[in-house]
């Protein structure tokens, strides 16, 4: 399906810009959102599954309830079974674009970003955190908690940093700042009341979706999660592309990770 050409306005200020035709209808949308939801989960079971048979010691006598329960606290499995549900989903998400017709690097903004817009996005980022880690301080929380048992578990703590650091935010991001909110924000296309109504709402969305899937954490980080995602929903629409959320969230992820690991060392 065509896509329309950037309006001047659009064009000048590199913001994103949506199809006059959506890709998906409003019902469609609704599928896919609880649809790639539950294809999230299951590509994270398949992974570890598959990891799981293949690196535990005692994977070949194991139930499968073994395998995932043994596997979701052994860091090397953890971090193989992140690669493998990056694969699926990444051909998954194509999958579904290419057979609606969409053009993939336009509908998931895989497209250059400005300098300035990029600095001016990871100044905010930084200002998040700052803040975020003082109220974590103050009301004596540890959100990494979860790390404990894969760090202690894993053959190579490199493979679990370039799992969680690099891996995960790639596919988290084309799932959420990507396809989910492309398929809400062009569903208002054609609405007369803001140019920006459907980002509003796709970001909202998504952000909400994203947050309440960490099942890892409390209601504290889920809510610091939810302004995280409403950040990288901001740097997609303010930049045009889903680069610059994808960098934003490696380098979110690298920190907690750098500031994790200086802790146990």
Known sequence: MSM???NKRAAENNTVVIS????????????????????????????IYIAGKLILPTAESATVGDIFFFGSNDGTVVSISIMIGCVLLVA???LIIRMRGGNLKQYLALTPFSLAVGMGMI?????FMIGSQA?????????????DPLYQSVSSVWLLVFAMVIVAPIYEELIFRGILWSALAEQFAAS?????????????????IFAVIHLQYGI?????????????????????????????HIINNGAAMWQYLVQVA
């Open 92 to 94: 998954i998400s194509s």
């Open 20 to 47: 006059s035709q959506p890709l998906f209808t409003r019902l469609g949308t609704l599928l896919l959102i609880v649809g790639m939801v539950v294809v999230f989960f299951i590509s994270q079971l398949i992974g």
């Open 220 to 248: 504290y980080e889920i809510s610091t999660i939810v302004v995280l995602a409403l950040i990288f929903c901001y740097a997609r629409i303010k930049s045009g592309s889903l680069i610059l959320p994808m960098l934003l």
């Open 123 to 127: 100044g905010l980022l930084l200002i």
């Open 192 to 208: 007369s009341d803001t140019e920006y109504r459907g980002a509003i709402v796709a970001s909202l969305v998504t952000s909400l």
């Open 4 to 6: 329309r050409m950037p």
């Open 135 to 147: 109220l974590t301080y103050l009301l004596d929380k540890s959100p990494l908690a979860f790390v």
